[in-house]
């Protein structure tokens, strides 16, 4: 799949999801198999670039080409000043949001409440493109399949969208109004793909690599984007990627290896974010990491009591040396279907 000058080396990417897929993230991900990942959504507002978090979400060094930066906003001239701000910091891709069911987003008319604005749509995608054009970066848009359930609008939104000049479209299998609930549909992603041109990817409920091949069959879709699936499961990218070569499986990973993979995360987490921050943010990752492997419930209690990174790392190479480091890591089948 290419998109703009990007020719992108598989069809599993990482989904945008904020206070998870900071650079850390993001580069574990790739390195593990992820062909593409883009960054945890930027306010468009300047007043909020000078900011603590802000700085952080653009930090992108030693970040794996092409960085693609998700920015949010209801403001055309200020999304399009945000696209070229991001560009200047590193982006090679824009990736315009209009699809976070959050109220705090759709409450100032960003995120999917634009779905119900399709005039305001064109004159933000309209807005960005003409301002990155110059500069050579494509724009992409992440989006849903509409406000709710009676007014999708997901096919006359990929249109407009291809026609202004977007490079690519992600569509989550929901409406704003699904929120998370239920189950994602891929009717209307297979309507949008037969419908356009550009590459069309594929998100929502894709936890498993017979999942992504049954939905990249299904839709024709160009790639599939994981989001809540890969919290705490970083490999999951070279598992899809491997299966959708090969038609075979990977090895479930070894403690060793979920050892390994979960520390160098964390060491790269605390020097990103600091002492206080990064004790603090790296607890929800150690759940997510360790959440149903067995034996592990009174090991992450216990980390959500630690105040410092010292003690929250050793508490886990203790807990991973009464482990074989050669045994895979099992997950309970009634685990997996919940």
């Given at each position: 799949?290419?998109?703009?000058?990007?020719?992108?080396p598989n069809p599993v990417f990482v989904a945008p999801m904020?206070?998870?897929?900071?650079?850390?993230?993001?580069?574990?991900?790739?390195?593990?198999?992820?062909?593409?990942?883009?960054?945890?959504?930027?306010?468009?507002?300047?007043?909020?670039?000078?900011?603590?978090?802000?700085?952080?979400?653009?930090?992108?060094?030693?970040?794996?080409?092409?960085?693609?930066?998700?920015?949010?906003?209801?403001?055309?001239?200020?999304?399009?000043?945000?696209?070229?701000?991001?560009?200047?910091?590193?982006?090679?891709?824009?990736?315009?949001?209009?699809?976070?069911?959050?109220?705090?987003?759709?409450?100032?008319?960003?995120?999917?409440?634009?779905?119900?604005?399709?005039?305001?749509?064109?004159?933000?995608?309209?807005?960005?493109?003409?301002?990155?054009?110059?500069?050579?970066?494509?724009?992409?848009?992440?989006?849903?399949?509409?406000?709710?359930?009676?007014?999708?609008?997901?096919?006359?939104?990929?249109?407009?969208?291809?026609?202004?000049?977007?490079?690519?479209?992600?569509?989550?299998?929901?409406?704003?109004?699904?929120?998370?609930?239920?189950?994602?549909?891929?009717?209307?992603?297979?309507?949008?793909?037969?419908?356009?041109?550009?590459?069309?990817?594929?998100?929502?409920?894709?936890?498993?690599?017979?999942?992504?091949?049954?939905?990249?069959?299904?839709?024709?879709?160009?790639?599939?984007?994981?989001?809540?699936?890969?919290?705490?499961?970083?490999?999951?990218?070279?598992?899809?990627?491997?299966?959708?070569?090969?038609?075979?499986?990977?090895?479930?990973?070894?403690?060793?290896?979920?050892?390994?993979?979960?520390?160098?995360?964390?060491?790269?987490?605390?020097?990103?974010?600091g002492e206080f921050i990064g004790v603090r943010s790296a607890?929800?990752?150690?759940?997510?990491?360790?959440?149903?492997?067995?034996?592990?419930?009174?090991?992450?209690?216990?980390?959500?009591?630690?105040?410092?990174?010292?003690?929250?790392?050793?508490?886990?190479?203790?807990?991973?040396?009464?482990?074989?480091?050669?045994?895979?890591?099992?997950?309970?089948?009634?685990?997996?279907?919940?």
């Amino acid at each position: 799949m290419r998109i703009g000058p990007w020719i992108l080396p598989n069809p599993v990417f990482v989904a945008p999801m904020a206070g998870v897929t900071d650079r850390p993230y993001r580069q574990l991900c790739k390195k593990l198999g992820a062909g593409y990942a883009v960054s945890e959504m930027a306010a468009s507002n300047p007043r909020l670039w000078d900011s603590v978090k802000t700085s952080r979400r653009l930090d992108h060094q030693g970040e794996i080409d092409p960085i693609a930066v998700q920015i949010a906003g209801s403001d055309p001239d200020m999304m399009a000043e945000a696209a070229v701000f991001n560009v200047r910091k590193g982006a090679r891709i824009i990736d315009i949001n209009m699809g976070c069911p959050a109220k705090k987003v759709c409450n100032v008319a960003a995120g999917s409440a634009l779905l119900r604005d399709e005039n305001q749509v064109a004159k933000i995608l309209e807005s960005v493109v003409r301002a990155c054009l110059p500069l050579d970066v494509p724009v992409t848009l992440k989006t849903r399949t509409g406000w709710d359930a009676s007014s999708r609008n997901a096919v006359r939104i990929a249109r407009l969208a291809e026609n202004i000049g977007i490079a690519a479209l992600t569509l989550h299998g929901r409406t704003r109004c699904d929120l998370y609930q239920g189950r994602a549909e891929y009717d209307t992603i297979r309507e949008v793909k037969q419908a356009v041109r550009i590459p069309v990817v594929a998100n929502g409920d894709i936890d498993s690599a017979e999942t992504a091949r049954y939905v990249l069959d299904y839709t024709g879709a160009d790639a599939v984007m994981i989001g809540r699936a890969a919290q705490g499961r970083p490999w999951i990218f070279r598992e899809i990627a491997h299966f959708l070569e090969t038609g075979s499986h990977l090895a479930p990973p070894t403690y060793g290896e979920l050892r390994a993979c979960l520390l160098d995360h964390l060491e790269d987490h605390y020097r990103f974010y600091g002492e206080f921050i990064g004790v603090r943010s790296a607890r929800k990752h150690i759940g997510w990491y360790l959440a149903n492997v067995p034996g592990s419930g009174a090991l992450v209690r216990g980390i959500n009591q630690i105040e410092n990174t010292r003690d929250q790392t050793r508490a886990l190479e203790q807990w991973f040396e009464c482990r074989p480091g050669d045994q895979p890591v099992r997950i309970p089948e009634q685990a997996l279907a919940a």
